[in-house]
């Protein structure tokens, strides 16, 4: 971290003018972020906490981006457990922490498997 602060410190003064920071610079702040945290980081390098966010999210976002395969997958659903019978129904909704979000409206009587239901949605990669 002093070495990155160093190099940092190095670029403010040898900088001309008002320029942003190289990202290479950008790029070991991020990494380190990842290890010791935001605000750790933000603080001990002395650049804006909104800025390395910004950047450590966008970092996360493209790696999960890159894990994920190009076509979505199709899920079976197993043996189906019933629902207490009601006259309304059922709904369950799921969201991931990425945003995916799964709704699914039953009628009075219909049966899902909810545990298989949830366990595939959470390992879902597209």
Request: net charge neutral; hydrophobic share 45%.
């Amino acid at each position: 971290m002093e070495q990155l602060r160093a190099r940092i410190e190095e670029w403010r003064r040898t900088r001309s003018g008002l320029c942003a920071m190289p990202e290479p610079l950008w790029a070991a702040a991020v990494a380190a972020a990842h290890e010791h945290g935001i605000y750790a980081v933000s603080r001990a390098l002395g650049v804006s906490y909104d800025s390395l966010e910004t950047r450590t999210g966008a970092c996360r976002a493209k790696a999960a981006a890159d894990k994920l395969p190009g076509a979505a997958t199709f899920v079976e659903i197993g043996s189906a457990l019933p629902f207490v019978s009601g006259t309304s129904g059922a709904s369950v909704e799921l969201t991931r922490d990425d945003g995916s979000k799964l709704a699914i409206r039953l009628a009075a009587g219909d049966a899902l498997d909810v545990v298989g239901l949830v366990r595939a949605f959470g390992d879902r990669r597209a």
